[in-house]
DNA sequence: TCTGGGGTCCTAACGCAT
DNA sequence: TCTGATGCGTTAGGACCC
């Protein structure tokens, strides 16, 4: 199989291009980007209309800053000049505010996000039909039959991948050229942004192994640590050690993989489709909250994942019968439980009710930072007997009032 | 000073049945 | 009847990904 790996680079105002951008944390007051445009050119020139056709105009010092920054978001992403400052994704934000007060902050759009990458996506498509979705922006694409895919290489039809895309949505777009996924995704980092990399088979020892094991997709930071502590840095240092001393070492399963990853080798095939495994909805409150204190706050947050949850499940078709809770203390430590039903739901009062019971099997003396609720075990709606398919209409139940949610106990 | 939200997959422990 | 091997579903936790 000859592999892409594709992926877009998100950013797109070009007035920023090369400066210092992180993205992440709630919207605030002072993101008012329009309010403060229309403040300073107050002859009607900004609108709301035509502000989403004006991004590229705004002016560069409108952006906010985030220094000063106070709350608990965290990145979600940042530009490559924002990272020469040693910010990265999942740092809390107040930390980035320090190492780099000038950076710029954007608050996280998901709607545009999903506008833009399912852009992204059908164009890819159009293209080479047979691609497996990995998230808002990045994509495998299995081009061995794609007419004209091995000319160059596969480089001619990288170009046009990324021509194509940069003409309907003006983003760019790193690819990734390689015989499998696993090498594909590491060709992909090679030369971002914008960029096209291709490694063969024989590229292995020069290319590959000089690279950290935490390239490695499905390395992590745990992982590594562990490698690290036995002297293996690079790909190449884990090439080097027999299969059962990593199975010895690693387990059978991931040892044996760890092999096959530092040896280049990876069959998995380009999934064109999948089925979703759970949904879950889940929330960071502002302050840490208290089971008893402030029941009445949680109470009514944990109705509402409840039925997000069941709103989510609802309009995308699936019903599930696993329903669980998670919930983290303030010192960080998560617990989940859950309950297997004998019938699958997506009604919101069964869930609240079940994620009811798991949360009486958890400690609540202590103080909470985050709640969630997840259903599980998901099949499409209508696939199973009708009885768990039917939904209590609104006027079966109207004002059912809620029970004692969290024990005083 | 901390550390989001949405997922997938794996493993280990345990109860239960064969 | 007792015991162990085996296998399976559920539950809890954790690593990892974008």
Known sequence: MDAFYASCELLRYPQLKGMPVVIGGGRRKEDDLLG???????????????????????????????????????????????????????????????????????????DRYRHFSRTFKAIITDIAPVMQDRGVDEVYIDFTHVPGGQREGGRVLARLIQKSIFDATGLTCSVGVAPNKLIAKMASEFNKP??????????????????????INGVGPKADEKLKGFGIHTIGDLAGRELHWLVENFGKSYGAWLHEAAWGRDDRPVETESEPVSMSRETTFERDLHAVRDREELGAVFTRLCQQVAADLQRKGYEGKTIGIKLRYDNFQAVTRDQTLSEYTADPKQIRQIAGQCLKRVDLSRRLRLLGVRVGSLVKAGTVPAESARYPSPQETPHEQTELLFPDD
């Open 36 to 110: 403060k445009l229309q403040a300073a050119y107050p002859d009607g020139e900004w609108t709301e209309d035509n502000f989403a056709e004006r991004l590229d105009e705004i002016p560069v010092d409108f952006f906010p800053r985030i220094e000063g920054y106070t709350g608990r978001g965290v990145i979600t992403t940042a530009t490559y000049a924002a990272r020469q400052f040693g910010i990265g994704s999942a740092m809390g934000l107040m930390k980035a505010s320090k190492l780099c007060p000038q950076a710029i902050l954007l608050p996280v759009d998901f």
């Open 194 to 215: 914008n960029g096209i990399s291709i490694v063969r088979e024989d590229d292995l020892q020069t290319l590959i192994w000089p690279l950290a094991c935490r390239k």
